[in-house]
Structures are given as C-alpha cells and as structure tokens.
C-alpha cells in the first residue's frame, strides 16, 4: 500500500498557516480543527516549515505565556522531511520512527498534496493487517 491510497481514502485537505501568524493564532487552529501539525508555505506554495503542537510547548516551557505573540516562523521546523506520495506505508512509518517525527507533508512534483500522520499510517497498517489475517481465515476453512 502505499501514501497515495491513504490521500485518496481520507482527503487531501492540508491546513497550512503563514509564518508571520502568532503561535496563539496557531494554537487556536489546531485546538479548532482537532490536528496535531499545520503547514507554512511562501508565496509561491513552497514548503518552508511544519509548526507542530510540540513546537509550541518548547517555546512556552522557554519563555512562558509570551511565547504566544511569537511568530510562527520563529517557533516551526524549516528542515521539513517529506514522503512521495509513491512511498509506500512502511517506509513513512520507518522514517517517522527514525525522525522522531508525527506528521509527514506529502509531495509530488515538489509540490504539496497532502499530509498525514503517524495516526493515518498506523489505522491503514491495522486494518491491512485485519484483512490479511481474515483472507487467511478464509483460505484456512476452504481447505478444510
């Protein structure tokens, strides 16, 4: 299986966020759309940084409630790791685990064409692993 077929299955929305936003403003939108990770592209629709909710702990455990009026070009990763949307399942989740990182932006062509999490990868790999075991349950009652 691969990135491509989980983008098909659960969208291709990617929520993204310019750098010059306040980590409050951020904090905001993911507490509002219930997600883990934004986006932040320049002009151009490139990739220059994901501001995770970890991002913004660190900044908060560092400098307290004024962390929030902290842009979030300040606060996000800029040495962003990305998947091919033809990379299949377990080489995201192997770079993730290898990374330390949740959330991965999806590109093709160097553009952006989704996201996913460790979450979306973790669901699709629980329920290949269902449907194998239940096609082995199948085979196994027909042979006997």
Known sequence: MIIE?????KG???????????LRE???????????AVVTLDAD???????SERDIVRQFAKLGEGALEMPVGQAMTRAVITIS??????QALQLMTDRRIRHL??????RLTGFVSIGDLVKWKIAETEAEAQAMKSYLSAQF
């Open 5 to 9: 077929q989980i983008l098909n299955d």
């Open 26 to 36: 951020a904090a905001r939108l993911l507490d509002e759309r219930r997600i883990g």
């Open 85 to 90: 949307a033809e990379a299949p399942i377990d």
């Open 45 to 51: 629709g490139e990739i220059v940084g994901v501001l």
């Open 105 to 110: 932006p999806v590109v093709r062509n160097n």
């Open 12 to 22: 291709r929305e990617v929520i993204t966020l310019r750098a010059d936003h306040t």
